[in-house]
């Protein structure tokens, strides 16, 4: 019997092309990745939450006597003010939350021998850190989306219940107010009444060089807040005298519509007004304010710079924080947290510090917002040096 000889084909394997095995080195995120960011948003979000309700509880036993004074409505209290006062409350001590979350995940991490694991296996702490700062990455775009475009609107609604139940001393009016409202142009009110937007004894002056033109007086002007453009005024009970060379002419008339280069916000400022503004809308203040010779705006320069310090310190509160509390301690969790509390709470207070120089001593505001964030970056790098390698 002849014996047959099967030769069995060994299948082909198709070799991965180059592009593919080059791919996989260069993923961006990787499980562990996740893992961190998952850890750091969650905990983030669980600060945040833990903090305001104790904030709430202890804003509310202080202002609950006098909002009841005032007979505040409860779904004023609940809408109005807390659903406002908790995202302000978030975005402003942003930072705070993020310095707290850090230390605490990552203690955690350190304490179950999680961050030697991965030193073992063969990653760097700077790998370490890339979680960390797409983490805070996220967290510094929505504390700058809020804070410019969000937080603005909906202060509005907590400031105005603010004036009409807890504090009831804003200043509602202004007298002898004087602003350049173009070109040689120049606005006067005797007395001005914020709520009913409306001045008395309305003067508007045009030069033309160091000469007179054109001049116009009126018993009152008011605001037209239904006009969908802004600037519309009418003025009542005028008379306007134009000067052409040696002659004038006078016109008188009762009522009429104007478009002025001023609005209610430019007459009178008022505590807590630059908040309201959303970033462009304050950018574009500011410079209206300073073309007009304003002094008194500090405060709404100091709010426009702090929104882009605010977010770019999550960066660097992440860095340090990360490095403190990498490291396996014996003295646990309580004291990296005490070292990170005490951290974040210096930062704080030298931001308060240094914009108190802006508003009562003429510091250039923004220096005075950048330079808790620049202090701070070099301790961040020094501190980042000594971590664990």
């Not at 105005?160 to 139940?165: L, N, S, V």
């Not at 007086?217 to 600037?231: F, H, P, Q, V």
């Not at 309580?334 to 510091?363: C, E, K, T, V």
Request: proline share 3%; hydrophobic share 45%; charged share 20%.
């Amino acid at each position: 019997m002849r014996h047959i000889k099967l030769k069995l084909k060994r299948p082909k394997i198709r070799k991965k092309s180059k592009l593919f095995q080059l791919s996989i080195p260069f993923k961006l995120i990787t499980k562990l990745d996740w893992y961190i960011i998952k850890k750091f948003l969650g905990t983030y979000i669980f600060s945040i939450i833990l903090i305001i309700s104790i904030a709430v509880v202890f804003d509310f036993n202080e202002n609950m006597d006098k909002m009841m004074d005032h007979n505040a409505p409860w779904k004023a209290i609940i809408f109005d003010y807390y659903m406002n006062f908790i995202p302000y409350f978030a975005n402003l001590f942003s930072q705070l939350f993020v310095f707290i979350s850090v230390i605490f995940f990552t203690t955690k991490l350190a304490e179950h021998s999680e961050i030697i694991a991965m030193f073992s296996s063969g990653v760097s702490f700077k790998r370490i850190l890339r979680p960390y700062m797409i983490s805070a990455g996220i967290i510094a775009l929505a504390t700058y989306g809020m804070g410019a475009y969000v937080i603005p609107r909906s202060s509005t609604k907590r400031l105005e219940f603010t004036e009409k139940y807890i504090r009831r001393q804003q200043t509602n009016f202004a007298s002898n107010v004087q602003l350049e409202v173009g070109k040689g142009v120049i606005a006067y009110i005797e007395n001005y009444q914020r709520e009913e937007k409306t001045g008395m004894n309305f003067s508007l002056d045009q030069f033309n060089g160091k000469k007179l033109v054109s001049h116009l007086t009126a018993s009152s002007i008011s605001y037209d807040s239904t006009y969908t453009k802004k600037n519309r005024w009418t003025i009542h009970h005028y008379m306007i005298r134009q000067l052409v060379g040696m002659r004038e002419k006078i016109t008188h008339g009762e009522k009429k519509t104007m478009i002025i280069n001023m609005q209610p916000t430019d007459i009178l400022i008022v505590k807590g007004q630059e908040q309201e503004l959303k970033t462009p809308e304050l950018k574009r203040y500011i410079i209206r304010q300073k073309e007009r010779g304003f002094a008194n705006i500090q405060s709404f320069e100091l709010e426009y710079y702090r929104r882009y310090a605010i977010p770019f310190a999550a960066f660097i509160l992440t860095l340090i924080g990360a490095s403190l509390s990498s490291r396996k301690t014996k003295g646990g969790m309580g004291l990296s947290l005490g070292i990170g509390l005490a951290l974040s709470f210096s930062y704080i207070l030298f931001q308060s510090l240094s914009s108190s120089f802006a508003i009562n001593g003429n510091f250039p505001p923004m220096i005075a917002v950048w330079i808790p964030n620049i202090i701070y970056a070099f301790i961040a790098f020094f501190v980042y040096k000594e971590g664990p390698k």
